[in-house]
């Protein structure tokens, strides 16, 4: 089974910067993809980033001010969020895809992003 858990939510004003974290229960490298995905209240779900395989990619919203990475000794994935706007307010989930595993596809239990001064 895998988990994964997310932390660095958190208030933060207009303009500043965030750390997210997710920590993995299981090696990262064996997942197809690793991403962030963001829910506002009343909305959709919605990709905010993604790891796949050796690649980067991002909601255009987010391009030049958000950047994913993960650190794989520690089984963890960031997103470095600068530069954050009111409308970015939400909770931001980790999800990850392990192909092996029963489920196939977890998702973190989410850690909330305020932004407001």
């Known amino acids: 089974q895998v988990q994964l858990v997310e932390s660095g939510g958190g208030l933060v004003q207009p303009g500043g910067s965030l750390r997210l974290s997710c920590a993995s229960s299981v090696n990262i490298f064996g997942a197809s993809a690793m991403g962030w995905y963001r829910q506002a209240p009343g909305k959709q779900r919605v990709l905010v980033a993604v790891?796949?395989?050796?690649?980067?990619n991002y909601a255009d919203s987010v391009k030049g001010r958000f950047t994913i990475s993960r650190d794989a000794p520690k089984n963890t994935v960031y997103l470095q969020m600068n530069s954050l706007r009111r409308e970015e307010s939400a909770v931001y989930f980790c999800?990850?895809?392990?192909?092996?595993?029963?489920?196939?596809?977890?998702w973190g239990q989410g850690t909330q992003v305020t932004v407001s001064s």
């Open positions: 790891i796949v395989g050796g690649s980067t």
């Open positions: 999800n990850g895809r392990f192909p092996w595993s029963s489920k196939g596809a977890y």
